[in-house]
């Protein structure tokens, strides 16, 4: 069965500093990631996927994540945060085989001014 | 275009009722999942629908619940004798489906279950 680890429940990171949120995931055969966004009283909204190809990235609102098999992770970063970026963060996987996708517990993300 | 959307937004219940919870999935996509996020838990799945095929409905936490799926597009979770620790939010996402990809989940603004 698949899972996804988020090791952090909360990230604070000054503004204009690069930030990382970091994920972990097991699936058997090749995975496919997903990074979801959660503001204060909004929804879940979608930044960006890996399916397959380049292990860069690039995703909605200057996100991006790489994808590093060898360490089953798969990081979301941003070169200079925003105070705006505050939000809740989830990482998501699914397998191969099937359309079920697990979701990590959520990293909170502070960005301080 | 329209979203998902679930309803209603808030149920208050009291222990040992039924509630029923619905979703109404984007137009044309043939995935709908169901999803429980409580403080602290994180997003946590509970079944989902994929075209005519059996649900997947490996993480249903106990036989009080149950979902279906009519006609491949509204779909209903329904919690029966409610206990305190169903409080959470309940979350609807659907998504097409795609040979040799995966698409994004679209998710719904959720429905917010209080049992007192």
């Known amino acids: 069965a698949q899972s996804v680890a988020q090791p952090e429940d909360q990230v604070n990171v000054a503004e204009g500093n690069p930030l990382t949120v970091k994920c972990t995931y097991s699936?058997?055969?090749?995975?496919?990631l997903f990074w979801y966004v959660q503001y204060p009283n909004r929804g879940l909204q979608f930044l960006l996927k890996y399916i397959t190809g380049d292990n860069l990235v690039k995703g909605s609102y200057g996100f991006e994540a790489e994808f590093n098999k060898s360490q089953t992770s798969f990081h979301l970063k941003k070169p200079s945060a925003l105070v705006s970026d505050s939000a809740l963060y989830f990482c998501a996987v699914r397998d191969m085989w099937n359309d079920k996708i697990i979701f990590g517990k959520g990293t909170r993300l502070h960005i301080l001014p | 275009g329209a979203g998902v959307s679930q309803s209603p937004s808030n149920k208050v219940t009291e222990k040992g009722k039924d509630v029923e919870l619905r979703c109404d999935p984007i137009s044309g996509h043939t995935a709908l999942y169901w999803y429980r996020q409580s403080l602290g838990q994180g997003l946590e799945f509970l079944i989902y629908?994929?075209?005519?095929?059996?649900?997947?409905k490996s993480g249903l936490p106990s036989d009080r619940f149950s979902a279906e799926r009519t006609g491949g597009s509204v779909s209903t979770l329904t919690i029966q004798r409610t206990q305190q620790e169903d409080s959470a939010v309940y979350l609807c996402?659907?998504?097409?489906?795609?040979?040799?990809?995966?698409?994004?989940?679209?998710f719904g603004p959720g429905t917010r279950l209080t049992v007192t």
């Open positions: 699936v058997s055969g090749n995975p496919y």
């Open positions: 629908f994929q075209g005519n095929s059996a649900p997947d």
């Open positions: 996402a659907s998504s097409l489906r795609t040979s040799g990809g995966a698409t994004e989940q679209y």
